[in-house]
Structures are given as structure tokens and as C-alpha cells.
């Protein structure tokens, strides 16, 4: 018998079993990303994978930082688009990336209910790939016709928990590395010095997200919280956007004192990550800068109007919630389905009552009994 052929043979086909990847279809937020990243390696070991090739629906600095994860071997853009030449040109790029799929010649796709979208769903019919698991996802009409397995929990969980129930469940056959890489230590001192940002400073997350105004504290708020923090040297504001940039500009105008850095707009994300990992404390609105922070375990405020602990934000990751003590009777409007009328978009009121009711007297009492 041959048995350096046969050696020959287990070697290769380990490595062609090792070297299997999974495509997957993901959201663009990088706050939705902290949720669903701990379920990634249970997906890899539940398919035999060691990597993941990334559809994403818009590039954005968040998303480039999941290009630094070894888990992640690609990362593909869709880049949406909607209206007039734009809706032919993404149709037309659509097109190439299903032939792309169809090329390589995937066994398996996953697509996780944050990105259970129409583009998303017709991509994983037509792919060809034999297996297509829909990842805590419903059992309507079209997701059978796009889906042939399905990843789901009993009782009523809410679905981002159901993330995190599927990782813990088998996720610890596999080693977890950092989200976001390394801790860069260096490249924040550099940063500190460049901006000129002393020790120990805060982080206000501004940020509401991409057309998320109605997630926005009012900015002259930040601006009186800020005068309150005697103990820190600096407060640096992070957010991106045209929305989180104007945000910026208002609590620069309102405040009483220059210890307000406003890097909105200034940094890449992979900076902002590191600059958030240096931060005594994280205070912002459900948004992925306070998602980030949870993430790296660091002492993190998220403040809650539209939206609430029990179901989404950074609370689900280890941040505390902070609330009105006065609630309006329509908080939360988003995702809650303990009301008839409740649907899964907010109430796009104008007056944002929910968030306007929090004061920065109560977001310093609840910092207080945490600091």
C-alpha cells in the first residue's frame, strides 16, 4: 500500500476542506455588525468554512474595517441605488456580481435577517449554490423560494438575541478573533498628539446613523454635558455623515468652554475604534459608535428614545441604557411589539419628545452611579 498516496490524498482534501468559503450576505451598519459578528464562526463551523466572502449593500469606512477580520476573506460592495441612470447602473453591476457568484462556485451562502432585502433574496435564488441557509429569518413565501435551510429559535426571542443564542451555542469550537483586530496602542498616541487631545478624555457618540435623524440628542445637550465633566481633559466627538457633521457644528457654537474636540468627519473608522478604546467613557445614542464601544468592553452611556434596551442598541452588548424618568406615552415606537400598531420603522415624528424628555442632569446621575 502507498502510504505517503494516501497521506498525499487526506492532505489535500484537508486543505481543500480548510480552505472552503461561505458566502455570506450582511448588513452595512457597522453598529448591526457587533451584533451579528459573534454568530459568524458558528456558521463557518456549521458549514465545515474558514473564511467568509462579504455582500454588503454600501461601502463605507465602518465596512472597511471588516476587511482587517482573518475571518473575512472578501468583502463586495452592491452600492444600492434607486433613482433614474443610477437604478440602471446598479441593476447592470447587480448583474455582474450574480455572474461573479455563479463563477466561483460557492457550496453554500447565508443570508442574516438584516439584510433579508429583495436584491439580497433574488441573488441567493439565482446563485446556484445548493445549499442557502436563511440566518434567523421568516418563512414567507419568497424566503422559501430563496432558502432551503433555515437557522431559527423557538419562543419569542428577539432576533438580534437570536444571534447571539446561535454563537454561543457551537461558536466555542472555534476561536474568536477581535472584531475590529488589534487594540492599536501606538497609532493612538500618534493620533492623541496630532489632535492635541489629552488624558483622560470622553467620547461623545453623535452619530444616529445613516438617515436616522430621529435617533439625534440634541446637540445643545451635549454641549451642557460637556461642561459638567470637570474630571476629564477632553470630550471628542465621533459620528460620520453630512447629519452627525451639522450635529457637530451646533454643540461647537453652544459651548462655554474648548475642551470639545469635534473629529465628526476627521478620522477613518479604523482611528475612530482606536481612539474609542482609549476613552474613559463612551456616551452617545443608539448608534455604532456605542455599539463599537460595547463591543471592545468599554465603559459605555447609550442613550434611548425611538428605540430601547430590551431590543436593539448597545445596551444588548453590555452598554447602560439611559432613559427619561418621563417618558411620552408613544416611547419606544420602533420594533416594539407589545403594541397593536406597532411596526418594525419609528413614528418619524417632528418633535422627537422621547429623546428631547432626557435631560443631561438625568444622563450625569446615571454616569455617576456608574463612574
Known sequence: MDVPGIISLVNKQDRLRMSKTLLYFGPS???????????????????SSTQLTLIIPYQNSGNELLKNNPLIKEVIYLNRETKGIGLLRYFFRWLSILTK???????????????????????????????????????????????????QFTGKIDKVNNHQAYASDIHSLMDVPPMFGRVGDKNRQKILQHFKIKTPYLVFGIGGGRN?????????????????????????????GNDDAQQAEIIMQSLSSNKIINLVNQINMSDAVDIINGASCVIGNDSGITNIAAT???????LYGPTY????????????PV????????MPCFNDSLKPSSTDKPLHCTNRSCLHSLSPEEVINAFQKVD
Do not use: M
Open 29 to 47: 451598519g457597522i453598529g448591526d455588525w457587533c451584533f451579528i459578528y459573534p454568530s459568524l464562526p458558528a456558521l463557518l463551523t456549521k458549514t
Open 101 to 151: 457568484i455563479r463563477k466561483k462556485n460557492y457550496s453554500t451562502l447565508a443570508v442574516s435577517y438584516l439584510s433579508n432585502q429583495v436584491d439580497f433574496l433574488l441573488l441567493a435564488s439565482l446563485s446556484g449554490i445548493k445549499k442557502r441557509i436563511g440566518v434567523l429569518t421568516t418563512n414567507s413565501f419568497i424566503n422559501k423560494v430563496a432558502f432551503n435551510e433555515y437557522i
Open 212 to 240: 436616522a435623524l430621529w435617533r439625534f440628542w440634541r446637540p445643545e445637550y451635549y454641549a451642557r454635558l460637556a461642561d459638567e465633566f470637570k474630571n476629564y481633559s477632553n470630550i471628542v466627538l465621533l459620528g460620520g
Open 296 to 302: 471592545n468592553h468599554i465603559k459605555c452611556l447609550c
Open 309 to 320: 434596551p430590551e431590543k436593539t442598541g448597545a445596551a444588548l452588548l453590555g452598554a447602560i
Open 323 to 330: 432613559v427619561t424618568d418621563t417618558p411620552p406615552s408613544c
